[in-house]
């Protein structure tokens, strides 16, 4: 008589998962989690690792479930990171950027509708305000869109903590109004305080 196949649990594919090389061991992680959230959920993922191959495989992941999406950096410029993605065969041709550093590092800026520029990390309005205006761009009744904030451990060097919890709220609440997504990234060493209150108004905190 065959044996009953062993059911798999957590700690199985977790230990599996350990086992695995970073970028692997990031997409499984990332499909585990979001593919149990509702397309307009709104995330506060705070990363224990490495920045940029979260950031990569996560962009992977929601291109692949996603017609669009826009990048918030105020932590690489976009002409730097443009050929991180290209190397990693992620069409960023379905992204719109908006870009908080390359201005104030007198950096070069990319020519074209996909790319927006603020001058410093601290000219929050102006990034609303550009986000905006690629959603009047976007037709929402037919595309679904999410948006990436790469840094909120960034933008708490440039503003006061306060600015910060104001800023985020109104974003969410602007997401939750387009019914789109929306992944706030932090450091795992940012102050415990503003995770506690940014996961207030968000779906789910993914730790990874």
Known sequence: MTKPAKKETDGDTNNLIEMLGDARKFTIKLKKEFDALPMEAQVLMVEMEDHLTINIELLRYLLSRFNRGIYITVNQPIHSFIPKLEGEKIDHKRLYF????????????????????????????DLIFDLEKIVKKIDLEKEKVFVVLDSITTLLIYNDQRVIEKFA?????????????????TSAQTGGEIATFLEQFCDKKITI
């Open 169 to 185: 709220h109104n974003m969410v609440g602007r997401m939750r109004s387009w019914k789109m997504a929306s992944i706030m990234l």
């Open 98 to 125: 908006i870009d908080g550093i390359t201005k104030k590092s007198a950096g070069k800026e990319l020519e074209g509708d996909a790319y927006y520029y603020i001058e410093t990390p601290r000219d929050l309005v």
